[in-house]
């Protein structure tokens, strides 16, 4: 039996060379873990006929949460992200409102959590650098919503995880 020196976690799109790579991981003593990429629900719009309207609010938001994630750690007024997706504030919100069901921020303050939960996990950062990773400059306030959403700190998260035992993720979306 050989001792497990590191676990590797392996996120995949694709099933070819998964195989190959893992017996050559397990044989040098590594763990290994396959998973599939968390599907980011609201790029799975039903297109029932609603028109171009409805049509045009999803790609403005898709765009938007796009955006969003790329930009992760910066900071934006509804204003700046509006202008930089082709809409007004109203609209924004709106559509925002009308096709997740939630507010443009309350969205990233979630896409931030969960970025923050899969490096806690996954990564040897810090917690404060994965503080500074999802937007937030002071590691109180990082903490404070981390428990928030997950009622639970990012330091015992951390400690769960090298425990290998893993939380669920309650955050919903419509």
Known sequence: MTQTLKKVVILSLEEGGIQESTK???????E????????????????????GEREREQAVVERACLFLLSH???KFTLDEIAQEVGSNRSQLAAYFKGC???????????QRMLTAKTLLIESNLTVQQIGFEVGYENQANFA?????????????????ANQNILTPSIIEFT
Do not use: C
């Open 24 to 30: 050559l991981l397990e044989a040098n003593g590594f």
């Open 32 to 51: 290994v873990e396959i998973r599939q990429p968390r599907k980011r629900e609201w790029l799975s719009y039903s297109h029932s006929g609603m028109g």
């Open 72 to 74: 992760l750690s910066d």
């Open 100 to 110: 997740l069901n939630t507010g443009v921020f309350e969205w990233l303050r979630k």
């Open 144 to 160: 404070s919503a981390y428990k928030k959403q997950f009622n639970l700190s990012p330091t015992a998260q951390r400690l769960l």
